[in-house]
Antibody, heavy 120, light 108 residues
Framework: QVTLRESGPALVKPTQTLTLTCTFS??????????LSWLRQPPGKALEWLAL???????SYSTSLRTRLAISRDTAKNQVVLTMPNVDPADTATYFC????????????WGRGTLVTVSS | EIVMTQSPATLSVSPGEEVTLSCRAS??????LAWYQQKSGQAPRLLIY???TRAPGIPPRFSGGGFGTEFILTISGLQSDDFAVYYC??????????FGLGTKVETK
């Protein structure tokens, strides 16, 4: 059974660094074709893809946010971490992690999401 | 970056009706197009990938079609559980992976 769960702070102050962890089970991130992404959704708005890490530890980032994001993995713990320095109120959103597998980069399993509010 | 445009923004329908949602890509993505359903307070659920393949467990009233830049999602015999926001997503040319702004299907 595939599960993903996001964890991290609910409230972050502007200029601080946001660190989010996705803990997953039911699959291995070292299996060929497996990718894990971070996405976000501001309240009432559309989904936005942020970053991806794959089975070979290759990483991809949103064009607009690539200078602010870092994605990493800990295969022993089955975790993927996203860090975003210098947050702004515009980064207030629900953050999701999601899996894709094989040639398709459609997201077949999602975590429930974690709401992060950026406010002083 | 490929821009995904969904129309209409909102669709007001009655249960039992057939609805068609549209998604247009700013350049060809081949068949690398997925559709998701999202209900309030929940994570998105994958409905369709490869433009027309239903994800496991998705009922046959959901069907997808199209190729290149024009895609549709059809819901035949809309049920009360289908009122939600629907997103299309391209993965034909990434990074970045991009989504449309969504179509809200609401009750008339």
């Amino acid at each position: 059974q595939v599960t993903l769960r996001e964890s991290g702070p609910a409230l972050v102050k502007p200029t601080q660094t946001l660190t989010l962890t996705c803990t997953f089970s039911g699959f291995s991130l070292t299996t060929d074709g497996v990718r894990l992404s971070w996405l976000r959704q501001p309240p009432g708005k559309a989904l936005e893809w942020l970053a991806l890490i794959d089975w070979a530890d290759d990483k991809s980032y949103s064009t607009s946010l690539r200078t602010r994001l870092a994605i990493s993995r800990d295969t022993a713990k089955n975790q993927v971490v996203l860090t975003m320095p210098n947050v702004d109120p515009a980064d207030t959103a629900t953050y999701f992690c999601a899996r894709s597998y094989s040639a398709s980069t459609a997201f077949d399993f999602w975590g429930r999401g974690t709401l992060v509010t950026v406010s002083s | 970056e490929i821009v995904m445009t969904q129309s209409p923004a909102t669709l007001s329908v009655s249960p039992g009706e057939e609805v068609t949602l549209s998604c247009r890509a700013s350049q060809s993505v081949g068949a690398n197009l997925a559709w998701y359903q999202q209900k309030s307070g929940q994570a998105p659920r994958l409905l369709i990938y490869g433009a027309s393949t239903r994800a496991p467990g998705i009922p046959p009233r959901f069907s997808g079609g199209g190729f290149g830049t024009e895609f549709i999602l059809t819901i035949s015999g809309l049920q009360s559980d289908d009122f939600a926001v629907y997103y299309c997503q391209q993965y034909g040319n990434w990074p970045p992976i991009t989504f449309g702004l969504g179509t809200k299907v609401e009750t008339k």
